[in-house]
């Protein structure tokens, strides 16, 4: 069974401030992938990033950047200089062996950047 | 946008009549999903496809049967609608090797 969990169902910060979202995963498998996605208010689901278990380096993307542990089983979302448009609920999800088995998700983590 | 397009995009319904949602794709991908999403359960998933004709039941499967006659669609078919049901239901694509692609969601009220 794999299962992944998202404690923070709120945050609200105020614009520039940065704000780490948190995501921790079980899993037996030894080859997984996880992902974060972006649902706005609009509600469509938006694919941010994917990464495989082999691969714990650290993932920057403009002002979005990602931190894989496996050692604490997490994979944190971190947004630096958050801006109003970043107000969205984010999901963390997990995948094992990249088949086409089910795609977990946590309950997702909704953000509340305040001008 | 991943081509995917589904319908209807809303629909209210009463309890115990027969529901099928639509999901299409362009992408001529392998896998397609249904999730539904429900406040404090994030997306769960129903059913998903791995090819045309099979299928397989994903954690919240009670109530549902698809279909994938052809590749391009995957039905999501509720027999006899009950409250329980009233979600936001999405389908997915996906390829071997490539993240899940969302379509825009179907809002369905059962009433």
């Known amino acids: 069974a794999q299962k992944v969990t998202q404690a923070q169902t709120e945050i609200s910060v105020v614009e520039k401030e940065d704000v780490t979202l948190d995501c921790v995963y079980e899993?037996?498998?030894?080859?997984?992938?996880l992902f974060w996605y972006k649902q706005p208010p609009s509600g469509e689901l938006v694919f941010l990033i994917r990464r495989n278990s082999f691969d714990e380096q650290n993932e920057i993307s403009g002002r979005y950047s990602w931190n894989f542990q496996k050692s604490t089983s997490s994979f944190n979302f971190t947004i630096t200089a958050s801006q109003v448009v970043d107000s969205a609920v984010y999901f963390c999800a997990l995948i094992r062996n990249n088949a086409g088995n089910m795609l977990t998700f946590g309950g997702g983590t909704r953000l509340m950047v305040k001008p | 946008d991943a081509g995917i397009t589904q319908s209807p995009r809303h629909k209210v319904t009463e309890t115990g009549t027969p529901v099928t949602l639509r999901c299409h794709q362009t992408?001529?991908?392998?896998?397609m999903y249904w999730y539904r999403q429900d406040p404090g359960h994030g997306l769960r998933l129903i059913h998903y496809s791995y090819g045309v004709k099979d299928t397989d039941k994903g954690e919240v499967s009670d109530g549902y049967s698809v279909s994938r006659s052809k590749t391009e669609d995957f039905l999501l078919t509720l027999e006899s609608a009950t409250s329980s049901q009233t979600s936001v239901y999405f389908c997915?694509?996906?390829?071997?090797?490539?993240?899940?692609?969302f379509g825009n969601g179907t809002r369905l009220t059962v009433t």
């Open positions: 899993t037996r498998d030894t080859t997984y992938y």
């Open positions: 997915a694509i996906r390829e071997t090797g490539s993240p899940l692609h």
């Open positions: 992408e001529n991908h392998r896998y």
